[in-house]
């Protein structure tokens, strides 16, 4: 594995596109892969962009890729779309609307499938994300299904979280009530050009002093329109005065560290599910449940001693 790391760390496209199959797959070879590129990652600026289907997220994305392009930056996009029914793979929409970059070696974009994963966010999105990391990227843009109340995940990821919205759709409410509001360190009102532009901005900056008025950083709200090109430049300078505040407030530290702890508690919990389920096809174990059945064992009693069984392994020993 150590040969592959060395291409993706040169930026082998072919190696970083079948490294991220491997992921999305499951393949057995991906976790040595991903122990070898580790040493490489943490360098790459992870920016989540969130919002409702048809805020205009991939347009804006896609202008700011050509602007971080002219400024001689590397550019990744893990655009998690929702899994076709039909194939299981996602849905490519993301790509289609940034073709225009497909051409360029210092950009790449995958598109994911959420494959039932909770919060849109595919189960590998991080990994994927690492191996970008690995490739030496320089802003990685991570960009999910849609707005809900298990969206939440994303903070969990990025280190700056865009929240899109649009006028006249309502949207600010109902980020308000999911509590998308508080995990959102920016807002981008997409589509300027359409009325009601003033009062999303009111609402919004109403619902931020309730959310966020003792913090401090307060988000800002930027006014962008990604079929005009307007606001491209203010929003990746608000995106760039995030990341120096949580450089320079010590939350940058924080927020890694903290994401970092949070994922090796859910790779721990991930092998205990796969492990209980392969206890649950013992044929003991079925025999248990019929027990519970007829109320001979209580329930508490069985998944004692199986979790018994399971960390302690069959002869009584430490597995």
């Given at each position: 594995m150590r040969e592959w790391a060395e291409r993706i760390r040169r930026g082998d496209r072919r190696k970083i596109a079948r490294a991220i199959?491997?992921?999305?797959?499951?393949?057995e070879r991906k976790e040595d892969l991903l122990e070898a590129i580790y040493p490489y990652t943490g360098n790459a600026y992870?920016?989540?962009?969130?919002?409702?289907?048809?805020?205009?997220?991939?347009?804006?994305?896609?202008?700011?890729?050509?602007?971080?392009?002219?400024?001689?930056?590397?550019?990744?996009?893990?655009?998690?779309?929702?899994t076709s029914p039909f194939t299981g793979g996602a849905l490519l929409g993301d790509r289609v609307r940034m073709t225009r970059h497909a051409l360029d070696e210092k950009v790449f974009i995958r598109s994911m499938g959420t494959r039932g994963s909770l919060?849109?966010?595919?189960?590998?999105?991080?990994?994927?994300?690492?191996?970008?990391?690995a490739a030496g990227t320089d802003v990685v843009f991570i960009e999910t299904v849609g707005v809900g109340q298990s969206e939440i995940e994303i903070m969990h990821m990025a280190d700056t979280v865009a929240l899109?919205?649009?006028?006249?759709?309502?949207d600010a409410v109902q980020v308000f009530k999911a509590g998308i509001m508080e995990t959102a360190d920016?807002?981008?009102?997409?589509?300027?050009?359409?009325?009601?532009?003033?009062?999303?901005v009111r609402d919004v900056e109403e619902m931020l002093h309730l959310a966020k008025g003792n913090e401090d950083w307060m988000p800002p709200i930027v006014k962008a329109s990604s079929k005009e090109g307007l606001g491209?430049?203010?929003?990746?300078?608000?995106?760039?005065?995030?990341?120096?505040?949580?450089?320079?407030?010590?939350?940058?530290?924080?927020?890694?560290?903290?994401?970092?702890?949070?994922?090796?508690?859910?790779?721990?919990?991930g092998q205990l599910r796969r492990r209980l389920?392969?206890?649950?096809?013992?044929?003991?174990?079925?025999?248990?449940?019929?027990?519970?059945?007829?109320?001979?064992?209580?329930?508490?009693?069985v998944a004692r001693d199986w979790l018994d069984t399971l960390f302690r392994g069959e002869g009584g020993k430490e597995e």
């Open positions: 199959s491997w992921i999305e797959n499951g393949d992870l920016v989540g962009v969130t919002g409702s289907p048809g805020a205009g997220k991939s347009s804006l994305v896609d202008r700011l890729i050509g602007l971080l392009r002219e400024e001689g930056m590397s550019v990744g996009v893990i655009a998690v779309d929702p919060g849109g966010l595919a189960r590998a999105t991080k990994e994927a994300v690492r191996v970008l990391d899109i919205l649009t006028p006249g759709s309502g920016l807002f981008v009102i997409n589509k300027a050009e359409l009325d009601g532009v003033r009062k999303l491209i430049d203010q929003l990746w300078r608000e995106l760039g005065r995030h990341r120096d505040y949580l450089r320079h407030s010590g939350q940058w530290r924080i927020r890694r560290l903290s994401r970092l702890r949070r994922e090796v508690r859910e790779v721990m919990e389920a392969e206890k649950m096809t013992d044929p003991a174990f079925l025999r248990d449940l019929d027990a519970v059945q007829s109320r001979e064992k209580a329930p508490h009693r």
